[in-house]
């Protein structure tokens, strides 16, 4: 999955207002079997059975297909999603993650998350950020009333604010994936960029 440095994220949010949204939900077993490592693969596979009918045609009524919402992440637009709690439940398939990083989510916002999943989240690039239970459903009540409001995730400060209110939240993440996710690393890079310090070791 593309490797991008986390700083500041600014963006419009799709809201998945769906509790105990799991992982066969998020991307369907039979996609499991590809070999693929294919972005595009996973991204158009992610919620597949949600957005589509058994004949292939969008559900309207789902929120990716929704005029406000069905425009891919790209350039700055829904970067975000707020989901409902307990979110990436079930099956511990990486794949999930594989499928909300394909589509150009960047970051997860919920109440709670599934701990398999969060972890996965934080190896394909995707900040998962847990705020209280208020905080998620005034950030859904926000999105409802305008699809265009926005939402500031600060890497550095660990800090989530709703532009719209002015309200904001701490979010905890761990100090190493912080460190990789600011610098772009996965954990094979940042063994990379610490081969000196290995070998010294090694050496001593």
């Known amino acids: 999955m593309a490797k991008q440095k986390f700083d500041i994220i600014e963006s419009t949010c799709i809201p998945v207002a769906?509790?105990?949204?799991?992982?066969?939900?998020?991307?369907?077993?039979?996609?499991?079997?590809?070999?693929?490592?294919?972005?595009?693969?996973f991204g158009d596979a992610f919620?597949?059975?949600?957005?589509?009918?058994?004949?292939?045609?969008?559900?309207?009524?789902?929120?990716?297909?929704?005029?406000?919402?069905?425009?891919?992440?790209?350039?700055g637009v829904h970067e975000i999603i707020v989901g409902g709690a307990n979110w990436g439940s079930g099956s511990s398939r990486e794949h999930a993650a594989w499928a909300i990083a394909g589509y150009g989510v960047r970051?997860?916002?919920?109440?709670?998350?599934?701990d398999?999943?969060?972890?996965?989240?934080?190896?394909?690039?995707?900040?998962p950020v847990i705020v209280s239970k208020e905080f998620q459903m005034e950030l859904f009540a926000t999105i409802q009333t305008n699809p265009q409001a926005k939402?500031?995730?600060?890497v550095p400060n660990q800090?989530?604010?709703?532009?719209?209110?002015?309200?904001?939240?701490?979010?905890?993440?761990?100090g190493?994936?912080?460190?990789?996710l600011m610098n772009a690393l996965d954990d094979i890079d940042f063994l990379l960029e610490n081969k000196d310090k290995i070998e010294a070791y090694e050496q001593r």
Request: proline residues 5%.
């Open 18 to 41: 769906i509790d105990n949204c799991n992982t066969d939900l998020i991307i369907p077993a039979r996609y499991l079997a590809s070999t693929t490592r294919d972005p595009k693969f």
């Open 47 to 75: 919620m597949h059975d949600l957005r589509y009918d058994a004949e292939g045609k969008p559900v309207a009524d789902f929120v990716l297909n929704q005029p406000d919402y069905s425009e891919a992440p790209s350039n």
């Open 107 to 114: 970051v997860v916002i919920s109440s709670s998350f599934a």
């Open 116 to 127: 398999i999943h969060r972890n996965n989240l934080l190896n394909c690039f995707v900040l």
């Open 151 to 154: 939402v500031k995730v600060d």
């Open 159 to 174: 800090t989530v604010t709703n532009v719209a209110t002015g309200r904001s939240e701490h979010f905890d993440i761990n």
């Open 176 to 180: 190493y994936k912080k460190y990789c």
